[in-house]
């Protein structure tokens, strides 16, 4: 099983600064490898897949790159919407995907 | 628009059996595989389940196999699953999320059906 790792696992950033979030798998899984967003009380929703590319309707504040085993997500001016719970999840080996720990980003 | 809505979830305790079911609309359903996450209170998302587009092949996590099925109507577009021998640990908000074209990602969610499992 492929074990996927995130940090930190609270970032506090002020609106409008830049938050850079790191995930790491204890294999290389390729650029197979998205991220989600999860709002309190709300489902995940798609941000990134196959490592940098932006899903449908995603702002291009939100920015993935990486490959093989490390993983970065960025947010380059955080609005008040983006404070939430950020999750890799990597779909290279398979079963079971799987999903890192998640990442709180909240307001400094 | 995609809308996946997901029902059945309920209070019951170990032991128990409980089916879960997940109506889709807003895509071609049987042009997908689909999927189960689960989402203990608190806690991070863990994959369940997944069905191919016809249902003829099925993958589990190792926490749920052999105790859960999953299955779909695509005549009724919808995906079900069916959860036996439940377990404290079995305790979540289960989602239905689409898969993407082929990959592995889930590119749409449901908001989910609590499953408590107490005594």
């Known amino acids: 099983e492929v074990v996927m790792t995130q940090s930190p696992a609270t970032l506090s950033v002020s609106p409008g600064e830049r938050a850079t979030l790191s995930c790491r798998a204890s294999?290389?899984?390729?650029?197979?490898l998205a991220w989600y967003q999860q709002k309190p009380g709300q489902a995940p929703r798609l941000l990134i897949y196959?490592?940098?590319t932006r899903a449908t309707g995603i702002p291009a504040r939100f920015g993935g790159s990486g490959s093989g085993t490390e993983f970065t997500l960025t947010i380059s001016s955080l609005q008040s919407e983006d404070f939430a719970v950020y999750y890799c999840?990597?779909?290279?080996?398979?079963?079971?995907?799987?999903f890192g720990p998640g990442t709180k980003v909240d307001i400094k | 628009e995609v809308q996946l809505v997901e029902s059945g979830g309920v209070v019951l305790q170990p032991g128990g059996s409980l089916r879960l079911s997940c109506a889709a609309s807003?895509?071609?359903?049987?042009?997908?595989?689909m999927h189960w996450v689960r989402q203990a209170p608190g806690k991070g998302l863990e994959w369940v389940s997944l069905?191919?587009?016809?249902?003829?092949?099925?993958y589990y996590a190792d926490s749920v196999k052999g105790r859960f099925t999953i299955s779909r109507d695509n005549s009724k577009n919808s995906l079900y699953l069916q959860m036996n021998s439940l377990r404290a640990e079995d305790t979540a908000l289960y989602y239905c999320?689409?898969?993407?074209?082929?990959?592995?990602?889930?590119?749409?969610w449901g908001q989910g059906t609590l499953v408590t499992v107490s005594t």
């Open positions: 196959g490592a940098s």
């Open positions: 069905i191919s587009w016809d249902g003829g092949s099925t």
């Open positions: 999320a689409k898969g993407d074209g082929g990959n592995g990602y889930f590119d749409y």
């Open positions: 807003g895509f071609t359903f049987d042009d997908y595989v």
């Open positions: 294999q290389s899984v390729s650029s197979n």
């Open positions: 999840q990597q779909y290279n080996n398979w079963p079971p995907f799987t």
